[in-house]
């Protein structure tokens, strides 16, 4: 019923800059919190930052003044804009709603989009 795609994956340097799209097919509802995982070889998936359908954001101290998501309800999207990018922020990048649909809350997640930080 509901895909998420995630997009702008890529290899670049130390200190660079990178953004993150994740755009939602099929209806999410008016009330969902969408959000950014991450999970690099051998670890476990960790959240990154999570922004309501109110606009309320939350961010993981690891990533806290360097990163900021947000929304766009009109293209069904969700960013991730990445500022001084370190080697610890290698990790598969996962896109994931939790939404209100009816009564119940249902979860979905992106296939996940690559993102190197060479030193």
């Known amino acids: 019923q509901v895909q998420l795609v995630e997009s702008g994956g890529d290899l670049v340097q130390a200190g660079e800059s990178l953004r993150l799209s994740c755009a939602a097919s099929?209806?999410?509802?008016?009330?969902?919190?969408m959000g950014w995982y991450r999970q690099a070889p051998g670890k476990q998936r960790e959240l990154v930052a999570t922004?309501?359908?109110?606009?309320?954001?939350n961010y993981s101290d690891s990533v806290k003044g360097r990163c900021t998501i947000s929304r766009d309800n009109a293209k069904a999207t969700v960013y991730l804009q990445m500022n001084s990018l370190k080697p610890e922020d290698t990790a598969v990048y996962y896109c994931?709603?939790?939404?209100?649909?009816?009564?119940?809350?249902?979860?979905?997640w992106g296939q996940g989009t690559q993102v190197t930080v060479s030193s």
């Open positions: 994931k709603t939790k939404a209100l649909l009816g009564l119940r809350f249902y979860e979905y």
């Open positions: 099929g209806s999410i509802g008016s009330f969902n919190v």
């Open positions: 922004i309501t359908s109110a606009g309320n954001t």
